[in-house]
């Protein structure tokens, strides 16, 4: 299981209705009644956008050309299975069953912060994921 600091409160049980709280870090953007849209990731975790960056991600696959199939499949993963849920007045969030299945999550989960949105992982699929070292850093402006 990934490594668990005192300063890192990225882990967070999720309730018995399937109810997880959104860590303070994340949720600084977002409000109460505010919609976000989960989906299944490209690994094994959920994919968690804002309303306004599922509309930016929906106006960029808009443009993508009918007649390509590897494409239109690749939209099919990323819309197929996407759900909306609302955030509720503790900060939390109901993950959906299929959502929660398809990334292993059970008891507890691990958020990542990425550039336009949030990824929610079963702890241990994410050191798993870590641990490969699959990290390409000459790719990244830092």
């Known amino acids: ?53 599922w509309k930016a991600l929906m106006q960029r696959i808009q443009d993508i050309p009918l007649v390509d199939e590897k494409k239109r499949n690749a939209t099919r993963y990323i819309m197929g299975e996407a759900e909306e849920v609302e955030i509720d007045l503790q900060g939390r969030i109901l993950l959906p069953g299929h959502l929660m299945e398809y990334a292993g999550i059970t008891k507890e989960c691990y958020f990542v912060r990425m550039p336009r949105w949030f990824e929610i992982w079963n702890p241990e699929e994410y050191q798993k994921m870590v641990d490969r070292k699959n990290i390409d850093f000459e790719e990244l402006p830092i």
């Open 1 to 53: 299981m990934a490594k668990r600091e005192k300063r890192n409160n990225r882990f967070h049980k999720i309730d018995e209705k399937g109810r997880v709280a959104i860590p303070a870090t994340l949720r600084r953007n977002l409000t109460f009644g505010e919609r976000l849209v989960l989906t299944k990731g490209f690994e094994k975790c959920i994919y968690a956008f804002s309303e306004k960056e």
